[in-house]
């Protein structure tokens, strides 16, 4: 990129001039797929509208059918391959039997000890609410 010399830019502001290869890999940056333009000017330091006109110039000065390819073929970084990676899971284990319940009473002297099915907890909470009781 080369700007104008100071002295013969007065007191306004110096206009920035930039060379082919910079606004060819700006153009061809924009070809990329799921490029913004804007995000492609500031990533270059460039007004967008600007890039937009670049573009519009590259795409006028090799029409697609003198060249065989069109613009954005000829402009387009190389494609990189995709990221990503198929992974295959392991099959979901079959899940685990549930325990049975057991409960151990003690009143005095007498022990008891209840298994109860675990699928069946609602019932074994109801029968030991009313046993405590």
Do not use: Y
Not at 54 to 62: C, F, L, P, Y
Not at 71 to 78: F, I, K
């Amino acid at each position: 990129m080369t700007t104008i010399p100071e002295d013969h830019a007065g007191p306004r502001r110096r206009r920035r001039l930039h060379s082919d290869e910079f606004k060819a890999r700006a153009v061809a940056s924009c070809m990329q797929p799921g490029m913004s333009m804007a995000a492609v000017a500031m990533a270059h330091g460039v007004n967008a509208n600007l890039l937009r006109r670049w573009v519009r110039e590259a795409e006028m000065k090799a029409p697609a059918h003198a060249l065989g390819k069109s613009t954005a073929e000829q402009l387009q970084a190389p494609q990189r391959e995709p990221l990503f990676v198929p992974v295959t899971l392991p099959a979901p284990a079959a899940p685990a039997p549930m325990p049975d319940i057991r409960i151990e009473l003690q009143r005095g002297a007498s022990a008891i000890t209840v298994t109860w099915p675990a699928s069946a907890a609602s019932e074994c909470a109801t029968w030991l609410r009313e046993l405590l009781r």
